[in-house]
């Protein structure tokens, strides 16, 4: 039997509502102890509907015994919280972008190795069963040898202004909210060892924040390249895209195939076209499975702290060849 362990969710953000309390609701190994919102509104909804225990403060709730912590939080406020929640011996995951520069993450994935707790990034994507088909067809090399990745995120305007991705104060922004994710998705198919080569970023005059950009990535040791998009103003497209020596392979939903949707992958080669309909996963119940795996030390801590700080490090690099 699964020891279950106590974690707290930290925020109470859309993706928390729609798609992470529910998984953790229906795993056996973990316990909700508590979900902390300063909005009082939330308390009959958490405490009603969900039975789940309401705390009007962040640091209440990492006083209830918690193994570990989900954070949720506006993109600012992560590297003081994981800080926090790490000096306290709580294992974290957090939703990305885990910190908003390459200072911050190195901190923190110094002090969870000190510590020895599991840090880990909420790129539920990774964990998908269409990722791993698409890297069983380029192992078995149905595409031949990579030669360049593409992939794009974007998103219509949020019709709701006071949305905290246009708030330049709380981490907003089309790179810290969509642009991570294509970087995240270069770095599994060109390995860590790369570097963004050139990259713009737009903000308009009427905004505070990059609002759409795009990047050109490079390999240290290779020559397979990757070019990115992301943005917030533009038609939903999200899609990777790999070009290899004999064919390519591209999916339609790289990154959102939520629970209950089939994502669809082409397959294209010289001789044949073939589109699928993969079967549905869940994600986010699979990166909570990974997540109490790595606290019961069944997994490599240290490869999510240099992946996280990796991550870093591009979203750094993009930024300054951006020179916005």
């Given at each position: 039997m699964?020891?279950k362990l106590r974690?707290?969710?930290?925020?109470?953000?859309?993706?928390?509502?729609?798609?992470?309390?529910p998984?953790?609701?229906?795993?056996?190994?973990?316990e909700?102890?508590?979900?902390?919102?300063?909005?009082e509104q939330n308390?009959?909804?958490?405490?009603?509907?969900?039975?789940i225990?309401?705390?009007?403060?962040?640091?209440t709730?990492?006083?209830?015994?918690?193994d570990?912590?989900?954070?949720p939080?506006?993109?600012s406020?992560?590297f003081e919280?994981?800080?926090t929640?790490?000096d306290?011996?709580?294992?974290?995951?957090?939703e990305?972008?885990?910190?908003?520069n390459?200072?911050?993450?190195?901190?923190?994935?110094?002090?969870?190795?000190k510590?020895?707790?599991?840090l880990?990034?909420?790129f539920?994507?990774r964990?998908?069963?269409?990722?791993?088909?698409?890297?069983q067809?380029?192992?078995?090399g149905v595409?031949?040898?990579?030669?360049?990745?593409?992939?794009a995120?974007g998103?219509?305007?949020?019709?709701?202004?006071n949305?905290?991705?246009?708030n330049?104060?709380?981490?907003?922004?089309?790179?810290?909210?969509?642009?991570?994710y294509?970087?995240?998705?270069?770095?599994?198919?060109?390995?860590?060892n790369?570097?963004?080569d050139s990259?713009?970023?737009a903000?308009?005059?009427n905004?505070?924040?990059?609002?759409w950009?795009?990047?050109?990535?490079?390999?240290n040791?290779?020559?397979?390249?990757?070019?990115?998009?992301?943005?917030f103003?533009?038609?939903?497209?999200?899609?990777l895209?790999?070009?290899?020596?004999?064919g390519?392979?591209?999916a339609?939903r790289?990154?959102?195939?939520?629970?209950?949707?089939?994502?669809?992958?082409?397959?294209?080669?010289?001789?044949?076209?073939?589109?699928?309909?993969?079967?549905?996963?869940?994600?986010?119940s699979?990166i909570?499975k990974y997540?109490y795996?790595?606290i019961?030390?069944?997994?490599s801590?240290?490869?999510e702290y240099?992946?996280?700080?990796?991550q870093?490090r591009l979203?750094?690099?993009?930024?300054?060849?951006?020179?916005?």
């Amino acid at each position: 039997m699964c020891k279950k362990l106590r974690i707290g969710v930290l925020g109470n953000a859309d993706i928390a509502r729609r798609m992470v309390i529910p998984a953790l609701t229906r795993l056996d190994f973990f316990e909700i102890a508590g979900i902390a919102s300063l909005s009082e509104q939330n308390k009959k909804r958490i405490e009603q509907e969900l039975q789940i225990p309401f705390f009007s403060n962040y640091e209440t709730l990492l006083e209830a015994s918690l193994d570990a912590i989900y954070i949720p939080l506006p993109n600012s406020l992560h590297f003081e919280w994981i800080k926090t929640s790490l000096d306290n011996g709580i294992h974290v995951l957090a939703e990305k972008p885990m910190s908003c520069n390459l200072s911050e993450a190195t901190e923190i994935n110094d002090l969870a190795r000190k510590n020895n707790l599991v840090l880990l990034e909420n790129f539920q994507f990774r964990f998908h069963s269409q990722v791993q088909f698409i890297k069983q067809q380029i192992e078995k090399g149905v595409i031949g040898e990579i030669r360049n990745v593409r992939a794009a995120f974007g998103v219509p305007p949020f019709t709701d202004r006071n949305n905290i991705r246009y708030n330049k104060e709380l981490g907003g922004g089309a790179l810290l909210d969509l642009g991570v994710y294509p970087l995240k998705i270069s770095q599994m198919f060109l390995t860590s060892n790369i570097f963004v080569d050139s990259a713009a970023l737009a903000i308009p005059e009427n905004e505070n924040v990059d609002i759409w950009g795009s990047a050109f990535l490079k390999q240290n040791d290779g020559q397979v390249t990757s070019q990115i998009a992301f943005g917030f103003d533009q038609s939903y497209f999200n899609s990777l895209d790999l070009w290899g020596s004999r064919g390519q392979i591209t999916a339609e939903r790289i990154f959102t195939a939520g629970p209950g949707v089939k994502p669809k992958v082409t397959i294209r080669t010289k001789d044949n076209i073939e589109q699928l309909s993969l079967a549905s996963d869940n994600h986010f119940s699979k990166i909570l499975k990974y997540f109490y795996d790595l606290i019961n030390e069944e997994g490599s801590r240290e490869s999510e702290y240099m992946q996280n700080i990796n991550q870093a490090r591009l979203v750094d690099e993009l930024r300054d060849k951006s020179r916005v």
